[in-house]
């Protein structure tokens, strides 16, 4: 038996071999009749293109944040979690390195990492600590469906950067599709404060945090991810953001 790989070569070839004998027919035999056919099919064929387009570029323009004081309690079927993960593959990463890797929390592990993340914000607050924001994040992983540590993994520091833009690529990845399926995504920091100050808010790699996940040394958290589902499974909508132009975001040297 071929390997996927193997099967794969096999039906890009043979799907580009049978376009090729099929273009070299139609040169050698034009007719009206395969010239309307061909007409028709190019323009159905360019009209799903457009399609297809547009409903990509709806689902990004509609990915929004879906907080946890959103979501209904109910819990996400865990195939659905696993095709929801799976989408991360497809992200590109360097030499397929695949840098990414997620720790899923649901039932009494969820339990046991909410009031770790409430601790852990308490212990680091200092004089910024608040009883309400303490009690929302034992709150938030009970209404949640599963919590995802977002982790990582770069032993090579020349590609470091690539490596955390893949995971960061395979995070949106996982966003848009729980988009597509209505299910409600917040990518989080964790809100817990790196040296006790407020504005220093931020993921933190502590000794306590990397200890709980039990990371490797060349592992490093990105974020949380926090997943639900929301009445009505409306999980989408029209955000507001300027145009590309108008924040002089780019810049044509031509």
Request: proline share 2%.
């Amino acid at each position: 038996m071929p390997s996927n790989a193997q099967a794969i070569s096999l039906c890009v070839f043979s799907s580009f071999a049978t376009y090729a004998i099929l273009r070299v027919l139609h040169r050698s035999e034009p007719s009206s009749s395969s010239s309307s056919s061909s007409s028709s099919s190019s323009s159905s064929s360019s009209s799903s293109s457009s399609s297809s387009a547009k409903s990509v570029k709806s689902l990004i323009e509609n990915r929004r944040s879906v907080f946890p004081k959103q979501y209904n309690g109910d819990i996400i079927p865990k195939a659905t979690m696993k095709d929801i993960l799976d989408t991360a593959r497809w992200a590109p990463n360097h030499k397929l390195n695949e840098p990414w890797k997620f720790i899923v929390f649901s039932g009494s592990g969820k339990k046991k990492l909410g009031q770790f993340l409430a601790d852990e914000y308490k212990a680091t607050a200092g004089d910024s600590f608040n009883q309400g924001k303490y009690t929302k994040k034992l709150k938030n992983s009970e209404v949640t469906s599963h919590i995802v540590a977002l982790i990582c993994k770069s032993s090579n520091k020349t590609v470091e950067l690539e490596d955390i833009a893949s995971t960061s690529m395979a995070v949106q990845n996982i966003h848009l599709y729980c988009t597509a399926v209505g299910v409600g995504m917040y990518w989080s920091s964790g809100s817990v404060y790196a040296n006790g100050k407020k504005n220093d808010r931020a993921v933190t790699n502590s000794e306590s945090v990397r200890e709980f996940l039990k990371i490797e040394e060349e592992e490093f958290l990105i974020g949380w991810g926090y997943f639900g589902l929301v009445e009505g499974g409306e999980v989408g909508g029209k955000g507001v953001r300027k145009e590309m132009e108008e924040t002089g975001r780019i810049r044509w040297v031509e």
